[in-house]
């Protein structure tokens, strides 16, 4: 079954570009980038709609919390790759546009699947590109990529270093991944969260220009920044790197129009600096995780937790010096 599309363009239009929405959007999602990213009018934009019903919208195969079964998962993944790739096929036939100078991208799930349906084997042409927008690297049964044609094909990788659903690691191992076989890669990443910026979109015009030209921009991945002292963490790291953690865990629970937390939080960084062989310190903004405020009742913040074994042992409230501070905690104190 053809899935529900919009195309926007002009028969003037030089090439295809398919473009993806995310989980929970639909065929009208990205349209709106389309006078920012394709200003020139240089490609005919298709838009479709995911099969896969997730209010307010659509999406394209399940995920981690929302479908029990992995195996149903990659199905899913993969009937939408092939609805995909059979859509590109006949928009590109339809319009007398040839396959090979379409780019294909896409946001959240649908830079996934961009992804995929760009650099997978198949005896069907390689697009002349790919944008992948908050995304990442798909490893589902099924889908095998044929790295040596990925030589030839450009892909512009873009995420949000406060993206709080797709962590920022999640697009800097599929640019690493992409550069170690020899991909031509462009790498962006923006202070946002889960989200375009007017610059990524910039960026992704300049990039879409080169790419229309016949070039391939290949840049070198920027250096990683240095990890914080004091790590921040959501909900879903929370078991992982609290409760299980084997070294005594400091929890810093703040919020950013607190006051007294801006003055405790050098201390809190110095404790890190200083204690970093013994404890993990990391730091919890209530206001993103209130389910955590709740559930250790911090009811007065800056709250200062110690966790061991996976148990709240103690807290110091309010701001103080790092000597009372770990006394409080119950550290050794360190003149």
């Not at 590109?88 to 959240?108: M, P, Y």
């Not at 790295?147 to 094909?153: G, H, N, Y």
């Not at 405020?293 to 409230?317: D, H, T």
Request: glycine share 8%; net charge negative.
């Amino acid at each position: 079954m053809s899935l529900v599309h919009n195309i926007v363009g002009t028969p003037q239009a030089a090439r295809v570009l398919l473009l993806v929405h995310g989980l929970g959007a639909d065929e009208r999602d990205l349209g709106g980038l389309l006078p920012y990213l394709d200003p020139e009018g240089r490609f005919l934009t298709v838009l479709p709609r995911g099969p896969v019903a997730a209010p307010p919208g659509f999406a394209w195969y399940g995920i981690d919390g929302v479908t029990s079964d992995a195996r149903q998962a990659d199905a899913t993944f993969l009937d939408s790759l092939q609805q995909l790739d059979d859509l590109l096929d006949a928009v590109c036939a339809e319009h007398d546009k040839v396959r090979g100078e379409a780019v294909v991208g896409g946001f959240s799930q649908g830079a996934a699947l961009a992804v995929a349906l760009g650099l997978r084997q198949s005896d069907r042409a390689h697009p002349a590109g790919v944008l992948a927008m908050s995304g990442y690297l798909p490893d589902v049964d099924g889908v095998v990529y044929d790295w040596d044609a990925a030589k030839d094909i450009p892909v512009l990788v873009q995420h949000g270093t406060e993206d709080p659903l797709l962590p920022v690691d999640r697009g800097r191992a599929l640019a690493a991944e992409l550069v170690e076989h020899g991909v031509p890669t462009v790498y962006g990443e923006y202070p946002i969260a889960h989200q375009v910026a007017v610059e990524s979109v910039q960026q992704g015009h300049q990039w879409l220009l080169q790419v229309s030209a016949g070039e391939k921009p290949n840049e070198p991945l920027p250096e990683k920044p240095p990890e914080p002292l004091v790590k921040p963490i959501r909900t879903a790291q929370w078991e992982s790197e609290v409760l299980r953690s084997e070294a005594p865990v400091i929890v810093d629970f703040w919020a950013p129009w607190c006051q007294p937390c801006r003055m405790v939080s050098p201390v809190v960084e110095q404790i890190a600096a200083m204690r970093g062989d013994s404890y993990k310190v990391v730091k919890v903004n209530i206001d993103e995780e209130p389910t955590l405020a709740q559930q250790y009742e911090v009811q007065s913040i800056p709250m200062i937790a110690l966790f061991r074994n996976g148990r709240l042992e103690r807290a110091a409230l309010g701001a103080k010096p790092r000597q009372q501070l770990e006394a409080e905690l119950g550290m050794l104190v360190i003149p």
